[in-house]
């Protein structure tokens, strides 16, 4: 804090003198270091054209970084931002003049390297011109190698030459090195998504999406676009390994997304792939665990897949996903089968109390015909749209020697889908 308020105070006496040939001290990030003074008004005027710039807006920057150099023209990265906004409104020869300018008062300013190879790059159609970019750009990098801008650039560049194993590569090292930026990850998960990698570009779109919402839900569209082509076990993989920790509105809101994809991909997937997706998913939200049983069992359930794909809703974590692999296996049981009690789920929701229920009156229908028939209108009752509890209300009606036409019998036959079921039609 003394030193802090030390720096302050010095700070405000050489502010106060309004000389420009004083140095001073600043801190930052912790970090103390000696530069030019610059006057208060230079630092409002590049800060509102930094806002400015940022929006595309390339005549206020213009204006804003004119004032700015105005009040400090010895400061190059001033001349050098000048110049990329004067380039952008078509002043290519005044916004060169002002990037050269800048140069000459710091020939090792990385960031006027890469404000010339950005203005070049505007105009640039010659493989000479393009060559010329990339040694700014290679300069620039050779002043700052942590610099973000050129390192982006760069990988543009390699794009542009169709060269996407370099372009990989110098995309995955600038994650490495700026592992915050947004912009970085949503171009690999582009450069990904374009070599048929779509684990690598859902992670990367992913993780853009954590830090920057505009440009991940851009990068996170690629990689979809990518998952279609390169299969859905890359999208499950990617799911499991970018879900951030804890819950929070940003979360639930991605999982919805996630399960929505995932809805598509299984209408049109192979059943391994499905399954794969299904594990990837539900790990990633596990809350949404009864909808994904769901749509992967209706996905992935055939005569032939039933025990396997039946036993893994069976096993889920969550209650009503056990209860609907458990409705789906009962449908599947014959009328004797599905009088012995040990093949009944517990009955914790209304369509398995009525299902016990119905099960009953089925029993109760030779010794108490009535009480089986009044039985089996509650449980119908309690469950209209179960196929198996009006199966079984059916069955009781048949035995009572209701006609076809009764309505429960009706009902019943209008929700059969197994030959098991429609058996009794």
Known sequence: MLLRSLTLAALAVVIGCGGSGYEVVRVHGGRASVGRFVPSTAYAASLEASIAEERGDWALAAELLRRARDEDPDGPELGARLGVALCHLGKVQAGMFA???????DPDLERGYTARARCRLLTAKTAAELAAVRDDLQRALAADADALEPALLL????????????????????????PRS??????????AARQGDGKRAMSAALAATQLDDATGMLAKQVALDAVDGAGVAAYSLAMRATRPPGRSEAASGLCAEQLKAFEAIA????????VTA????RSACPELDAQITRIEVVATWTPKTADAVEARALSATSAEARRFGARMRLRRLSLDALLDPSALPRAEDRPTLALHLAIAAVRKTDKSPADA?????????????EPTVARLAAEVMHRR??????????????????PLEKQGC
């Open 182 to 191: 947004a912009r970085a990850l949503r171009m690999l998960a582009e450069i």
């Open 99 to 105: 990037i050269e300018d800048a140069l000459r008062i």
């Open 373 to 385: 028939e009044a039985l089996a209108r509650v449980a119908r009752d309690l469950a209209p749209s």
């Open 267 to 274: 209408s049109r997937a192979e059943p391994d792939a499905v």
């Open 155 to 178: 990988v543009d560049l390699d794009l542009r030459a169709n060269d996407l194993t370099r372009a990989r590569a110098r995309a995955e090292e600038t994650v490495v090195l700026h």
């Open 278 to 281: 299904a594990d990837g998913v």
């Open 401 to 418: 020697g209701k006609p076809k036409d009764d309505p429960i019998r009706v009902a019943a036959c209008t929700l059969a889908r197994t």
